[in-house]
């Protein structure tokens, strides 16, 4: 499988996560790309099975940067060309209680918009609970971002991306993007 993690990251916690997921997608066979969403265009998520949004929690939402470029994509999303590609998002906030959440759902609702399958995280895989919740891998850095993602975090990363790599075998076996 071919998998994308297109993220922003100002001080380092989103990519860190990031990197993890690569690497949990990479032990299960996928070829991934990590990019910064400033750094590509929407039509590059055509040559991708899986697609990844990474984001901090910015005044309880997505960071703009991101959203700038979600919005880019809405000439795939007219002609439906991303339907059913696998898509999983992960986020960092400065606490658990202040916009998570919120953002995780934003996250979903564009990649479910786009015609995306959906993967969650299921409470049997490690880092469940501190390290992430149902929607996705989660870090909590604290007010000035000096906690860092914690390894329960880095943990729920690895799984995530192994997860996310087992699903889209299953749904994408036959149809899936050739190298
Ligand atoms: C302008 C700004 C707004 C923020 N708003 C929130 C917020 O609403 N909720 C929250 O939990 N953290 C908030 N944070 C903290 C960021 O989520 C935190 O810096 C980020 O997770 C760190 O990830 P990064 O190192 O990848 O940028 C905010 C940070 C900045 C700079």
């Known amino acids: 499988m071919k998998a ?3 993220y922003v990251s100002s001080y380092g916690h989103v990519e860190q996560m990031a990197g993890k997921i690569m690497q949990g997608l990479e032990e299960e066979g996928s070829v991934v790309k990590l990019t910064k969403a400033s750094d590509i265009e ?5 040559k991708y099975d899986i697609v990844i949004f990474g984001s901090p929690v910015r ?3 997505i960071e703009h940067n991101l959203k700038a470029f979600i919005e880019k994509t809405g000439g795939l999303w007219l002609k439906a060309a991303l339907k059913d590609r696998i898509g999983g998002v992960f986020v960092s ?5 202040s916009g998570v959440e919120l953002t995780q759902m934003a996250l979903y609702g564009t990649l479910l918009e786009l015609g995306m399958i959906m993967v969650g995280f299921v409470n049997d895989m490690p880092g469940y609970g501190h390290g992430a919740n149902q929607w996705g891998p989660v870090a909590k850095v604290g007010l000035d971002g000096s906690e860092g993602p914690s390894d329960e975090t880095l943990t729920a990363c690895v799984e995530y991306g192994r997860r996310l ?6 749904i994408r076996g036959q149809n899936n993007i050739h190298m």
């Open 42 to 46: 929407a039509e590059d998520l055509l």
């Open 59 to 61: 005044m309880g939402s």
């Open 93 to 97: 906030g400065g606490n658990y209680n």
């Open 4 to 6: 994308i993690i297109v």
């Open 165 to 170: 790599a087992r699903v889209a075998r299953e």
